[in-house]
């Protein structure tokens, strides 16, 4: 097995498109196509499912990843002792979440852009349980978590910092004003929130499920925080996430605390040898983090 088709494999593996794979490794897609159709005839096994535009891995390909991701670990420790490169270099898949990305990540991002140019970040927009289950596969490198447990089977994790949230409010809400407000005060009032299988989205609705109250979705924070601006309810959201609108007074902090803590985490597969560039990113992420919280 060469390592150029292997590491052709892990790109198509990760990103599940072979029109997107080409365009990140810089080939036409008839060379992409042409690689996997040479590993898989070198292994006698199909390693991907053609499902009209889509594709899924097989369960020969779902077993070869993790030995494609392993080996090209090694390559690149390989390189970087024969040839004693001094500056980082390297791909890093990092599975992320919307207000992570947005509000925590750009100065880890523009710091790695101007300083170590080498190493490529490539951002993965998923969900707990979905950055967990590619973490564990090995399609992702390293991911950030915001979870109330520090504990995940199959990673290990480092808790960066406790991720405080805060109930939020448009300034003509009844609500506001108000110096305390229980669960209960909160039935008769519409709660605005993100996507299921958002991790503070699901713990509210949770802790509020005895009194029922109607609950919109607006995908995304951004949608989320206008809705909420413009009186149409009231959202829980990370404080990092509403910090310019509180400022500006457009959004108003509402008397009520989650009975819960949030921990921002970055995690990865256990016993994974982190090759130098992820060892630094960790570090980075660490110490940034760290920064934004002091």
């Known amino acids: 097995m060469e390592l150029r088709l292997l590491a052709t494999f892990e790109k198509v593996a990760d990103v599940l498109s072979f029109t997107r794979a080409a365009a990140e490794l810089g080939y036409a897609q008839s060379s992409v196509t042409g690689q996997i159709r040479a590993l898989e005839s070198s292994l006698g096994v199909e390693l991907f499912e053609r499902l009209g535009s889509r594709i899924r891995l097989t369960g020969a390909g779902e077993q070869l990843l993790p030995y494609a991701r392993r080996m090209a670990e090694l390559a690149e420790e390989a390189r970087t002792a024969v040839t004693g490169a001094e500056e980082p270099s390297g791909a890093i898949a990092v599975g992320t979440m919307e207000s992570l990305t947005s509000y925590r990540l750009p100065p880890l991002l523009e710091y790695f852009h101007h300083r170590y140019p080498k190493v490529r970040l490539a951002l993965r927009p998923t969900l707990g349980d979905e950055t967990r289950r590619a973490l564990r596969r090995g399609t992702y490198d390293v991911g950030f978590l915001m979870e109330p447990d520090t504990e995940h089977e199959g990673l290990e994790s480092e808790v960066l910092a406790p991720e405080p949230l805060v109930l939020v409010a448009g300034p003509g809400h009844p609500l506001v004003g108000r ?116």
């Open 179 to 294: 110096t305390e407000l229980t669960g209960a005060d909160l039935a008769g009032a519409q709660l605005v929130g993100t996507e299921p299988g958002c991790p503070y989205r699901d713990l509210f609705e949770a802790e509020l499920r005895a009194w029922a109250p109607p609950f919109v979705e607006f995908g995304t924070i951004e949608a989320t925080k206008r809705g909420v601006a413009a009186g149409l309810g009231v959202a829980l959201l990370p404080r990092v996430a509403v910090a310019e609108e509180l400022r500006a007074g457009t959004l108003l902090p509402l008397p009520w605390e989650a009975p819960f803590t949030l921990f921002t985490q970055l995690a990865w597969r256990r016993g994974k040898r982190l090759p130098p560039h992820v060892r630094l990113f960790v570090e980075q992420a660490r110490r940034l983090v760290s920064e934004q919280h002091g």
